[in-house]
């Protein structure tokens, strides 16, 4: 791959990590009956890629030398061709040339590749591209990822190309936050931007101490721990050891932000929610962590499968517990074969069938089990954060629709939370950070324990952020 190639083998991971639902917006539509014929239908998974520009106020990975270490700068396809607006880039499988029709969109050429870019067993990946700077990072966001029925067309099919991506919505909203840092922290420090430190320190597996908000030894040895695991630093006596300074800060905020989607490197092979009877997605290995690991805790658990701790992190007792179902359903036969331990499509598929024949044979579930899952034919997550019927129930403005939030998340909807638990009593102040940490999450606890939202603090769902808890968190301001 030439110096001028557009990504690295990895640049479709860049829009694959915090995937937004599908939009309503309505699209330009393309007619079909102008397509020649010729083509071959196929199914495509398309998602979005992008250019970073070093000025933009919003990156994915928090600033612009990081996404380009992961996105290249963006000059010319894997063809040689200079991008433009809608190019497309397609398996190996997909010469150079080739047309493919997306529905609502038009019909695009392929001129770029990419390593995360693999043909699936029932369908093919798919990546536009989505324009430079913040604009084309909020259309690739905005799009995600799309499940359609396209048509192949040969590179000798005379199809004329009609992708026009600028009618796509690119919402400023759809931006992530900035950079979660905004300051280099050291030995003495103290204040919220410690605290997010150390609840991001602890979350990754690297901090067990207590989160105080002051830097002091444990802080700098949690950090020197994650600075010898990036390779950045191998001495506890080497300069810079302990100090979360801008490199240090570069790497480990790319490290949240892959944490917080643990479906990153499996986002094409994930399968889709309406095939899908446990509400967890394939992708999670040793290291995983996150409310995608505690239910599957859960669900081995109550399989007889997992007998530990509903930590969230993915470690050797869970790799265990996996490789113990992944042995006794025929999909390994020792720990030594790929795959082991991890919980991938197959293993997932596997789980789902098999929960799925408890279901048809009326077997009662154990009871945490039953929590997590609902009814057997949608296999969607039984929890009270639901979108409310009830119109008169009470807001703060916070969610839309059944939109929740959670541990990990970030931006201006989890500060506004923290104002509104700092003005009901459930959060000190000073604790507004925008990010969603252990503190946040055991305030909302506490007042979904107070309002029997919850039936413990076990469920999958306790300390998550959703319509109900917002309703009451309303009622108890306007009382105040």
Same mark, same amino acid.
């Given at each position: 791959?030439?110096?001028?190639?557009?990504?690295?083998?990895?640049?479709?991971?860049?829009?694959?990590?915090?995937?937004?639902?599908?939009?309503?917006?309505?699209?330009?539509?393309? &007619?079909?009956?102008?397509?020649?014929?010729?083509?071959?239908?196929?199914?495509?998974?398309?998602?979005?890629?992008?250019?970073?520009?070093?000025?933009?106020?919003?990156?994915?990975?928090?600033?612009?030398?990081?996404?380009?270490?992961?996105?290249?700068?963006?000059?010319?396809?894997?063809?040689?061709?200079?991008?433009y607006?809608?190019?497309?880039a397609?398996?190996?499988?997909? $010469? %150079?040339?080739?047309?493919?029709?997306? $529905?609502?969109?038009?019909?695009?050429? #392929?001129?770029?590749?990419?390593?995360?870019i693999?043909?699936? /067993?029932?369908?093919?990946?798919?990546d536009?591209?989505?324009? !430079?700077?913040?604009?084309?990072?909020?259309?690739?966001?905005?799009?995600g990822?799309?499940?359609?029925?396209?048509?192949?067309?040969? +590179?000798?099919?005379?199809?004329?190309?009609?992708?026009?991506?600028?009618n796509?919505?690119?919402?400023?909203?759809?931006? +992530?936050?900035?950079?979660?840092?905004?300051?280099?922290?050291?030995?003495?420090?103290?204040?919220?931007?410690v605290?997010?430190?150390?609840?991001?320190?602890?979350?990754?597996?690297?901090?067990?101490?207590?989160?105080?908000?002051?830097?002091?030894?444990?802080t700098?040895?949690?950090? %020197?721990?994650?600075?010898?695991?990036?390779?950045?630093? /191998?001495?506890?006596? !080497?300069?810079?050891?302990?100090?979360?300074?801008?490199?240090?800060?570069?790497?480990?905020?790319?490290?949240?932000?892959?944490?917080? =989607?643990?479906?990153?490197?499996?986002? &094409?092979?994930?399968e889709? +929610?309406?095939?899908s009877? #446990?509400?967890? #997605?394939?992708?999670?290995?040793?290291?995983?962590?996150?409310?995608?690991?505690? *239910?599957?805790?859960?669900?081995?658990?109550?399989?007889?499968?997992?007998?530990?701790?509903?930590?969230?992190?993915?470690?050797?007792?869970?790799?265990?517990a996996?490789? &113990?179902f992944?042995?006794?359903?025929?999909?390994?036969?020792?720990?030594?074969?790929p795959?082991?331990? #991890?919980?991938?499509?197959?293993?997932?598929?596997?789980?789902?069938? %098999?929960?799925? /024949?408890?279901?048809?044979?009326?077997?009662?579930?154990? *009871?945490?089990?039953?929590l997590?899952?609902?009814?057997?034919?949608?296999?969607?997550?039984?929890? =009270?954060?639901?979108?409310?019927?009830?119109?008169?129930?009470?807001?703060?403005?916070?969610?839309?629709?059944?939109?929740k939030?959670?541990?990990?998340?970030?931006?201006?909807?989890?500060?506004?939370?923290?104002?509104?638990?700092?003005?009901?009593?459930?959060?000190?102040?000073?604790?507004?950070?925008?990010?969603?940490g252990?503190?946040?999450?055991?305030?909302?606890?506490?007042?979904?324990?107070?309002? /029997?939202?919850?039936?413990?603090?076990?469920?999958?769902w306790?300390?998550?952020?959703?319509?109900?808890?917002?309703?009451?968190?309303?009622?108890?301001?306007?009382?105040?």
């Amino acid at each position: 791959m030439s110096a001028k190639t557009f990504r690295n083998p990895t640049a479709t991971l860049l829009c694959a990590i915090f995937f937004m639902a599908m939009n309503s917006a309505t699209l330009r539509t393309f &007619a079909e009956d102008a397509l020649p014929e010729g083509g071959r239908a196929q199914t495509l998974v398309v998602s979005a890629y992008y250019s970073p520009l070093p000025d933009q106020a919003h990156y994915l990975r928090g600033n612009y030398e990081a996404e380009v270490k992961l996105n290249g700068r963006g000059t010319n396809g894997a063809s040689g061709k200079e991008v433009y607006p809608g190019m497309l880039a397609a398996p190996k499988s997909y $010469p %150079f040339g080739t047309k493919v029709y997306i $529905p609502g969109l038009g019909v695009g050429t #392929v001129q770029d590749r990419g390593g995360a870019i693999i043909d699936g /067993a029932d369908y093919d990946r798919i990546d536009i591209w989505m324009g !430079q700077g913040e604009e084309g990072l909020a259309r690739a966001l905005q799009w995600g990822m799309r499940r359609v029925e396209g048509i192949i067309y040969s +590179p000798e099919t005379a199809v004329e190309e009609s992708l026009a991506i600028h009618n796509l919505p690119a919402p400023q909203t759809a931006l +992530p936050s900035p950079q979660l840092f905004a300051h280099n922290l050291a030995l003495g420090d103290q204040g919220a931007e410690v605290e997010k430190l150390q609840e991001q320190l602890a979350e990754l597996g690297f901090l067990s101490a207590a989160v105080t908000g002051n830097y002091e030894a444990q802080t700098k040895d949690a950090v %020197f721990a994650f600075q010898k695991s990036v390779g950045l630093i /191998a001495a506890p006596d !080497q300069y810079g050891a302990g100090v979360f300074g801008p490199k240090t800060r570069t790497l480990f905020e790319g490290k949240v932000v892959a944490a917080k =989607d643990i479906s990153l490197k499996t986002a &094409a092979s994930a399968e889709t +929610p309406e095939s899908s009877v #446990v509400p967890v #997605v394939a992708g999670l290995h040793d290291g995983s962590s996150g409310l995608a690991v505690k *239910k599957l805790q859960i669900i081995l658990a109550n399989l007889g499968y997992f007998d530990s701790e509903f930590s969230g992190y993915f470690g050797p007792e869970t790799t265990a517990a996996v490789i &113990a179902f992944q042995k006794n359903e025929g999909i390994i036969s020792d720990e030594q074969n790929p795959g082991a331990g #991890v919980f991938g499509p197959k293993t997932k598929k596997q789980l789902d069938t %098999f929960i799925a /024949a408890l279901q048809e044979k009326h077997e009662d579930l154990p *009871k945490e089990l039953a929590l997590l899952l609902d009814a057997p034919e949608t296999g969607k997550i039984a929890s =009270d954060e639901v979108a409310p019927t009830e119109p008169e129930l009470p807001t703060l403005g916070i969610l839309e629709n059944s939109e929740k939030l959670s541990f990990g998340a970030t931006g201006e909807k989890v500060a506004l939370l923290q104002e509104k638990l700092i003005a009901a009593g459930y959060l000190p102040n000073g604790h507004a950070t925008g990010y969603y940490g252990e503190k946040t999450r055991q305030a909302v606890l506490k007042l979904q324990e107070k309002h /029997a939202l919850i039936p413990n603090t076990e469920v999958a769902w306790a300390g998550e952020f959703g319509n109900k808890t917002e309703a009451v968190l309303a009622q108890e301001l306007q009382q105040a």
